[in-house]
Antibody, heavy 119, light 109 residues
Framework: QVQLVESGGGLVKPGGSLRLSCAASGFTFSDYYMSWIRQAPGKGLEWVSYISSSSSYTNYADSVKGRFTISRDNAKNSLYLQMNSLRAEDTAVYYC????????????WGQGTLVTVSS | SYVLTQPPSVSVAPGKTARITCGGNNIGSKSVHWYQQKPGQAPVLVIYYDSDRPSGIPERFSGSNSGNTATLTISRVEAGDEADYYCQVWDSSSDHRGVFGGGTKLTVL
């Protein structure tokens, strides 16, 4: 069955870095556009970044542009998010999600990994 | 940037109909997707491309989109429908960025 499993979350100090990973299985990962979406404690969903199926295109929310970098390895069925210069407001559960179409719905979601930025 | 506006909360009695709106400038020209999220769980797609329903989602869930408002309608509401609901679009004017509404907490009385 389809699975997206995030890892790499944890506690990090302000200004620090963290790399999230998302392992995909059960579907043709290389066909899917992939996104990172986050949810701060008690808050709504916030789209963070997306990457096209072939890594040709990426984009970021203004809140993370210049600090976060999305990437993927289709040979390893994996998605990544490198997060630098972390701030307290980056504290959230981070979900990876996949969509088959460029402007499509998110068909698949992981269960999320918690990132806490605190001194 | 494109903004989606949802009411923070909607309350409905069991068996009645709940309507959750999602407002945006000319949202009728965009494709709207709806997600249900229960506490401690990842979101689940309930409506895609305005009005299509994924397999496994009850026919009680339906969607529409026109003008400046998209609407998720849940008929014959059940206790198990209590959850947060989010609308979502892609903003192509911003070089393709995802946008979520603020979410609506559906309470079944």
């Amino acid at each position: 069955q389809v699975q997206l499993v995030e890892s790499g979350g944890g506690l990090v100090k302000p200004g620090g870095s963290l790399r999230l990973s998302c392992a995909a299985s059960g579907f043709t990962f290389s066909d899917y556009y992939m996104s990172w979406i986050r949810q701060a404690p008690g808050k709504g969903l916030e789209w963070v970044s997306y990457i096209s199926s072939s890594s040709s295109y990426t984009n970021y929310a203004d809140s993370v542009k210049g600090r976060f970098t999305i990437s993927r390895d289709n040979a390893k069925n994996s998605l990544y998010l490198q997060m630098n210069s972390l701030r307290a407001e980056d504290t959230a559960v981070y979900y990876c999600a996949g969509s088959i179409a460029v402007a499509g719905n998110f068909d698949y979601w992981g269960q999320g990994t918690l990132v806490t930025v605190s001194s | 940037s494109y903004v989606l506006t949802q009411p923070p909360s909607v309350s409905v009695a069991p068996g009645k109909t709940a309507r959750i709106t999602c407002g945006g400038n000319n949202i009728g020209s965009k494709s709207v997707h709806w997600y249900q999220q229960k506490p401690g769980q990842a979101p689940v797609l309930v409506i895609y491309y305005d009005s299509d329903r994924p397999s496994g989602i009850p026919e009680r869930f339906s969607g529409s989109n026109s003008g400046n408002t998209a609407t998720l309608t849940i008929s014959r509401v059940e206790a198990g429908d209590e959850a947060d609901y989010y609308c979502q679009v892609w903003d192509s004017s911003s070089d393709h960025r995802g946008v979520f509404g603020g979410g609506t907490k559906l309470t079944v009385l």
